[in-house]
């Protein structure tokens, strides 16, 4: 009869209520009708299956029911509900929106066959985490690692593509052929990598991706075998990847073998290979590391000058994500997560205040026979309806707002670009909105339920007000404290943005646009041939109306931040330390058109070439660091092979983007590259300073370059500016969305606030009304009323404040240096909090003071 | 106030339980168990109650004004004081009614297509 009774209780409680009596003397006789063990197990296998297949049909009654009713009321009052929905609505769109980002960020698995067990392995010599492998530390780690069961190395190339129609410029990536099986590719056409293709005497051969297919060779499968101009040279397509096996990142278009020459074995500090690796089934990362930390420990004491020091990192490649972007995404996610408290607490504020008012209603169904938890269910059903309504608003509202989001998504990840409400989204939404319709709703409706009483009906439904007092003044303080830490929050992370935007990068963006030629190898192999081309392209370019000055470098600033070489000065070898700096070979000009100034010496010049003495323009950071206390012209140091001697000083420029520090720098003059020696550092990145309007003249650029060079095409067309303004770019969108929350979560608990002490000012009119009669002053009235506001709402601001510094502790690495109990911000969110207590609570405290004694006490004997 | 016709109709086609059930009551009160045994019976065990399927039918029928819980209780030497005895209403004779027609002018076109129940 035990089992009977659990089993009821799957019963509606009315239905139970009303028949648990009758259906329990209904099974005991039954029980006592039959014998038999069979018989018996026969008889409760039928009571167990009656149950489930009668109980989901009540209580889908008692739903049907609970919504007529819930419609009812919401019809009765549209604006309470359409409040309630937009404030739901609010709440679960912010969540959804930071939750989808955050989704495709850090938490979705990587689109590889199995990829928790890929990791990427990195040497880490002193003062590094992560430095690419040289060829012959992949190899050897291939041969001694026994933690993995492949491992792959890849680094980035890009191509002039010349085939069918113009020349495009492709980014992609050169992979060794074990990659593609270990990330669980599967080609489109075609076939993938084997290691024949490996091998130098193969003939080149080259994987698209499905995108270049589709755009470039509309999408025909004959292109399988065919053969295509990469950078000049024939390459055989053997293959297709589809468009959703993306890697290194989203943007590589094309795939070809890695090769390594025999000489390329022989230079242990060719440091260039990207090595991803898949750790076998058994073997945990920590083993992982323990082994490869051995290793380089054999490679140490085997190659001393190579590996000094030099560690190995491994990282789940999930995990690579950048710390940064992981704090933006995570302080994006508190501030929704904010919002949502903050709606909670206003609506369960908003139904708290119904629910007295409602009381009267609630009682007179109770007296007809509707039992507690009827009417706890009702209010429930009514609560997560409504919250259902605002959670489809939010979602449609955060899939509007994706576009935005989807510039958080870091573009070095191998994710989609495009963010998407796919299924996992909507879980999240659809539970984040269950919670908040019961968060919201359950304590009211729970108050609700139990306060009903007959004197309810009696006294026309003014009781209970003082009841609700204390948790209504927890209520204030929850939401005061929220919107205080978000206000901080976002106040410090406004103050590191300013602070950022004023850095100065070392140079003036302002008129400069900037363009890509990369001269393909081996035709521009000699640095004479593509010294020519520089500067019939500079002259000419030079020469348009409007151009005030242009010049050819390595790399942009900002834009492409590595570059480091190892840098050596006679009798400053000291033990331990290991000055390095970024190289950059330039035209003359480069400072001039960048507005770098020079401050000793001279420019690079066309004269400084591969037969005159090696000469360099070092940064100011440089020259102090070598050079503290001498004339740094003249000065020599070796780097990048040669020995080169100081001719000028220029100013720093923040390579590595403003928000790192960047190593000191220095530039060479283009001629003094060797031929095809450092192909990299090639000068491909044109800059040209104008007078005016530095996009109009970008058409006449290219046809100087077509003139130069019919093959040879020109890419990423950007504006200085957009490269400097990109750096911040993230930080910009992350901060328009913490402003935009922080902004709905201030506007929500100002109304929240002022709608409470409305409520409960006009709940004590009668009150009032007898004081004053009672000869109490309105000023004391007023105090009164605004006393109510003070406490809960200085309790707030006390406690958003520090939870605001706790936040501010946490994103730190965010904050540019703006310490987390800065003043300013700490004094503009404490006032607001302030202002919005007083605008809260001035109306009604006015109200009150103002109430006709008169008036209150005839309408109170009613 | 006698029913109308379209408070009656309204509640036709019956779910099979709830036709069965005015039928029992309509021969006189019973108690939830007694139902379930005089169904089983009429039906040659054919239709055999669950309880849940009972009482939700019961919850139903009582919402509906079929049925209502009956105040007269038999003899004393019988009477059980747990056990609820329930009676058919006037508005429930006329629904049961109104779906036996129903199912009788079924039967009827039933015959005219030539399909006859097996035994007559």
Known sequence: MLLIRL?????????????????????????????????VARLWGEAIADVLRVAGPLHVDVLRQDVRFAIRSVRRSPGFALTVVCVAGLGVGANTAAFTVLDTVLVRPLPYAESDALVRVWESPPGYSRVEASPATYRDWGVLAESFEAMAASTPVSANLVGRGDPVRLEGAAVTSSLMPMLGARPVVGRLFTESDDAESSPATLILGEAIWRNDFGADPGVIGSSVLLDGEPHVVIGVLPSTFRFPNRATTFWRPMRFP???????????????????????????????????????????????????????????????????????????????????????????????????????????????????????????????????????????????????????????????????????????????????????????????????LRDGGRSGGLRHAGIRNVLVTVEVAASVALLITSGLLIRALVQLQSVDPGFNAE???????????????????????????????????????????????????????????????????????????VTPRWFETLEIPIVLGRDVRASDTFDQPFVAVVSESFARRH???????????????FERSVVGVAGDVSMRGLERISEPQVWLPYLQAPDGGVPRYAPKDLAVRTRNDPLAIVPAIREIVRRADPRQPVSDVRLLEDIVAGDTAPRRVQLRLVGAFTAIAFLLAAIGLHGLLSFTASRRSHEIGVRLALGARRSSILRLVAHQAAVPAGAGILIGGFIGYAAGLAMHGLLAGIPPADAPTFAAAITLGLVMAVAGSLQPAVRAARIDPATVMREGGG | ?????????????????????????????????????????????????????????????????????????????????????????AFGQAVARAEVGRLARLVKIARASGVAPERA
């Open chain 1, 7 to 39: 089993l009821l209780w799957l019963y509606p409680s009315g239905f139970r209520a009303e028949y648990s009596d009758e259906l329990t003397s209904l099974y005991r006789e039954r029980r006592a009708a039959t014998s038999g063990p069979f018989a």
């Open chain 1, 262 to 456: 025999p000489w390329m074995y022989e230079d242990r500090d060719n440091n260039f290979l990207t090595v991803t690796a898949r750790l076998r089934g058994d073997i945990t990362l920590e083993r992982a590391r323990a082994e490869m930390t051995r290793i380089m420990a054999s490679l140490e004491s085997e190659y001393p000058d190579s590996y000094e020091r030099t560690g190995a990192t491994v990282n789940r490649l999930r995990d690579e994500v950048s710390s940064q972007s992981r704090l933006l995404l995570l302080a994006l996610s508190g501030a929704a997560l904010g919002v949502l408290l903050i709606a909670c607490t206003n609506l369960a504020n908003l139904l708290l205040a119904r629910g007295l008012m409602r009381g009267r209603e609630l009682a007179v169904r109770a007296s007809l026979g509707a039992g507690r938890q009827r009417l706890l269910r009702q209010l429930l059903t009514e609560s997560i309806g409504l919250a259902l309504i605002g959670g489809a608003l939010g979602v449609l509202a955060a899939g509007v707002s994706l576009p935005l989001l989807s510039r958080l998504v870091p573009a070095s990840l191998p994710a989609g670009d495009t963010l998407a409400l796919d299924g996992r989204v909507l879980i999240f939404a659809l539970t984040i909105t269950l919670l908040t319709g019961i968060g919201f709703g359950a304590v009211p409706a729970w108050r609700a339920s139990r306060r009903i009483n007959v004197t309810e």
């Open chain 1, 511 to 585: 008129a400069v646009v900037t363009m890509r030629t990369w001269l393909p190898l081996p035709e521009y192999e000699e640095t004479r041939r593509r010294g020519e081309f520089y500067e019939r392209v500079l002259e000419e370019v030079t020469a348009l109306p409007g151009v005030q000055s242009a010049a050819y470098s390595s790399f942009l600033p900002i834009a492409e931040g590595g570059g480091i070489w190892p840098v050596e000065i006679d009798g400053q070898l000291d033990a331990g330390e290991f000055p390095t700096a970024s190289l950059r070979f």
């Open chain 1, 627 to 641: 050079w503290p206390d001498r004339d740094p012209i003249g000065q020599t140091f070796t780097f990048a092979f």
């Open chain 2, 1 to 89: 106030m006698p029913p109308t016709d379209r408070e009656i109709q309204a509640l036709l086609p019956l779910p099979p339980a709830a036709l069965h059930i005015l039928l029992v009551l309509a021969e006189s009160d019973r108690h939830g168990y007694g139902i379930i045994q005089d169904v089983e019976e009429r039906t040659d065990g054919d239709l055999r109650l669950s309880a849940g399927t009972l009482y939700r039918s019961i919850q139903r029928m009582q919402d509906q004004s079929l049925i209502v819980e009956s105040r007269r209780r038999p003899a004393a030497a019988e009477d059980d004081p747990r056990r609820r005895y329930y009676r058919i209403t």
